[in-house]
């Protein structure tokens, strides 16, 4: 019965994270799209088709770095960790991943995009809240440092988007280890458990 999409995010522009952007605009009311500035300066074909669609359906566009105020609802929030201001993507749109809370119901949920490299320890030198749950980066691959941002945030469920290459296991464990008060976390991959709805409540 869903309908309406209030605020589409574009963490950055690798097409395997907005590919299916076109459709969604087919099908649903998007009311605003938001991206960081690198995506506007990408020469992707695919992430300029994107941005002329929603100009086509006259789609709001909002560009977002780290500390941007963003207008969600009145029982969600949301906050902008990164990209700084004037940060470039340099032949890495990963680094220039939108990196963003969403708090409700006094739970806090981090999206990660495919952030890696250098961009990761920056991120971390400024300081990340611990959450609730985070979505891994770069799709749970061995090659994303796992544990790196989970131990800063300490979240108690950690979501994968991914295929559960053979590095499955080793992946799975290192994110369950970083869970808060030496509990563990629960780890979720689409692999495993296909579409992945999670609820953020006050009792948990």
Do not use: K
Request: hydrophobic share 45%; charged share 20%.
């Amino acid at each position: 019965g869903i309908e309406r999409i209030d605020l589409l995010v574009l963490s950055h522009a690798d097409a395997d994270h907005f590919n299916a952007v076109s459709e969604l605009l087919e099908r649903f009311t998007v009311c605003r799209l938001a991206v960081a500035p690198p995506f506007l300066q990408s020469d992707s074909p695919e992430a300029q088709a994107v941005l002329r669609e929603a100009n086509q359906r006259q789609i709001p566009l909002e560009v977002l770095t780290a500390g941007t105020p963003v207008a969600f609802s009145e029982t969600a929030t949301l906050q902008v960790l990164h990209p700084l201001a004037g940060d470039v993507a340099d032949g890495n749109d990963n680094a220039a991943s939108l990196v963003l809370t969403v708090e409700a119901a006094g739970r806090r949920l981090l999206l990660t995009g495919d952030l890696d490299g250098d961009a990761v320890d920056e991120l971390l030198a400024r300081g990340v809240p611990e959450c609730d749950a985070m979505v891994a980066p770069h799709h749970g691959s061995r090659t994303s440092l796992p544990p790196r941002l989970a131990e800063a945030v300490r979240p108690r469920v950690v979501l994968i988007s991914g295929t559960g290459d053979s590095g499955w296991e080793a992946v799975r464990e290192a994110y369950a280890a970083t869970g808060p008060d030496g509990m563990g976390a629960d780890v979720a991959c689409t692999c495993r458990q296909a579409a992945i709805r999670l609820r953020m409540e006050p009792h948990g």
